[in-house]
């Protein structure tokens, strides 16, 4: 990407997969912005898919084409246009024209590669797509190639993870929970008086409430969305009962013609610490950086007004994002944030 900006005049390079409708990132990478706008820019996803007119002029842009701002949307460059993006990212660093390429598109997300364009340099011109044209399949198959191969390094990290994993407690469910298998290390856990999960009509169910909601959510999102978020097998804390069962960890199995997807589920000891939340949290229940940014502030006990100073946000952007955070999460306060993330403290026994 940096070599592309030297060579063409662009200011600054964006790879990414935007989630639709919302425009939310599932993965970027970028290349010439300078602090504190290169943290800012996952702050304005969703307004930047509105400043190309929305997602249903992005949708109908054609995959073998680069698209030029200032050809797909012309109002959005102009200097009066009162588009937040624009006035809070585009303007204050210069930028006048962007040039983008389709990478892949779906029903739930769309992959681009993006240029922004300085004043310095003028708008897009025919030279800049008739090279970027030339390049698009190349990187389009990059693209595809580094998709295969992370989706390859996942499945082998999990299997891994399965193998060690053998002599723990593992269940095998669906995506509702009910139980088709558990090992008899599973079946001495459900015996304990002080465990931290039982099964309820052939499902199971985690007596650590902010647990059980995350590990729905997981499920829930493999079941819509074919995949699980992040990595797929994680730690997740259930709450104190013994020494050697305090978190589990969900890996994907191949699914059954019969139960549809299934997922191992294995109990392991705890090893996750406060700076763990975020990632975690974000992971399972889908939020982007900037939400991510604003619950760890929020989980160290941050108020809305110390997040925007901490962030260089405005308070109205924080309160947006926390008002994300509470719908995405299930929670209605900013305590219940705090509880959240406090359950990935070190646990004593009673």
Same mark, same amino acid.
């Given at each position: 990407?940096?070599?592309?900006?030297?060579?063409?005049?662009?200011?600054?390079?964006?790879?990414?997969?935007?989630?639709?409708?919302?425009?939310?990132?599932?993965?970027?990478?970028?290349?010439?912005?300078?602090?504190?706008?290169?943290?800012?820019?996952?702050?304005?996803?969703?307004?930047?898919?509105?400043?190309?007119?929305?997602?249903?002029?992005?949708?109908?842009?054609?995959?073998?084409?680069?698209?030029?701002?200032?050809?797909?949307?012309?109002?959005?460059?102009?200097?009066?246009?009162?588009?937040?993006?624009?006035?809070? &990212?585009?303007?204050?660093?210069?930028?006048?024209?962007?040039?983008?390429?389709?990478?892949?598109?779906?029903?739930?997300?769309?992959?681009?590669?993006?240029?922004?364009?300085?004043?310095?340099?003028?708008?897009?011109?025919?030279?800049?797509?008739?090279?970027?044209?030339?390049?698009?399949?190349?990187?389009?198959?990059?693209?595809?190639?580094?998709?295969?191969?992370?989706?390859?390094?996942?499945?082998?990290?999990?299997?891994?993870?399965?193998?060690?994993?053998?002599?723990?407690?593992?269940?095998?469910?669906?995506?509702?929970?009910?139980?088709?298998?558990?090992?008899?290390?599973?079946?001495?856990?459900?015996?304990?008086?002080?465990?931290?999960?039982?099964?309820?009509?052939?499902?199971?169910?985690?007596?650590?409430?902010?647990?059980?909601?995350?590990?729905?959510?997981?499920?829930?999102?493999?079941?819509?969305?074919?995949?699980?978020?992040?990595?797929?097998? &994680?730690?997740?804390?259930?709450?104190?009962?013994?020494?050697?069962?305090?978190?589990?960890?969900?890996?994907?199995?191949?699914?059954?013609?019969?139960?549809?997807?299934?997922?191992?589920?294995?109990?392991?000891?705890?090893?996750?610490?406060?700076?763990?939340?975020?990632?975690?949290?974000?992971?399972?229940?889908?939020?982007?950086?900037?939400?991510?940014?604003?619950?760890?502030?929020?989980?160290?006990?941050?108020?809305?007004?110390?997040?925007?100073?901490?962030?260089?946000?405005?308070?109205?952007?924080?309160?947006?994002?926390?008002?994300?955070?509470?719908?995405?999460?299930?929670?209605?306060?900013?305590?219940?944030?705090?509880?959240?993330?406090?359950?990935?403290?070190?646990?004593?026994?009673?």
């Amino acid at each position: 990407m940096q070599e592309i900006c030297d060579e063409l005049a662009f200011r600054t390079g964006v790879i990414s997969v935007l989630s639709l409708p919302g425009g939310e990132p599932i993965l970027a990478a970028t290349t010439g912005f300078e602090e504190p706008w290169l943290d800012r820019v996952f702050y304005y996803t969703s307004e930047l898919v509105d400043l190309w007119g929305g997602d249903a002029v992005i949708r109908s842009l054609p995959l073998d084409e680069p698209a030029v701002l200032s050809a797909v949307n012309p109002a959005a460059i102009a200097d009066e246009h009162p588009h937040p993006f624009h006035e809070a &990212f585009n303007r204050p660093q210069g930028f006048v024209d962007a040039l983008a390429i389709g990478l892949t598109r779906d029903d739930g997300s769309i992959g681009t590669i993006g240029f922004n364009r300085h004043a310095d340099a003028g708008l897009v011109g025919p030279r800049e797509i008739e090279i970027m044209q030339l390049l698009l399949p190349h990187l389009q198959r990059a693209a595809t190639i580094s998709r295969v191969l992370e989706a390859r390094s996942i499945a082998a990290r999990q299997f891994s993870a399965v193998l060690d994993g053998l002599t723990a407690p593992i269940a095998v469910v669906g995506t509702d929970l009910d139980l088709k298998y558990a090992n008899p290390a599973l079946n001495g856990v459900l015996t304990l008086s002080e465990r931290n999960l039982d099964l309820v009509d052939g499902q199971l169910r985690l007596r650590f409430a902010p647990a059980q909601k995350m590990l729905t959510a997981a499920l829930r999102q493999a079941e819509t969305a074919g995949y699980l978020p992040g990595a797929a097998a &994680f730690g997740l804390p259930i709450g104190a009962s013994t020494d050697s069962v305090r978190s589990l960890h969900i890996l994907p199995l191949p699914p059954s013609a019969a139960d549809g997807p299934l997922f191992a589920i294995v109990l392991a000891p705890l090893s996750l610490a406060l700076e763990s939340a975020g990632p975690m949290v974000a992971s399972v229940f889908g939020l982007t950086r900037a939400e991510q940014r604003v619950f760890e502030e929020i989980a160290a006990g941050q108020s809305v007004e110390q997040v925007a100073d901490q962030l260089g946000v405005a308070i109205s952007t924080v309160r947006t994002h926390l008002l994300r955070l509470f719908a995405k999460t299930e929670t209605s306060r900013q305590a219940e944030l705090v509880t959240l993330a406090a359950s990935f403290l070190p646990m004593t026994r009673p």
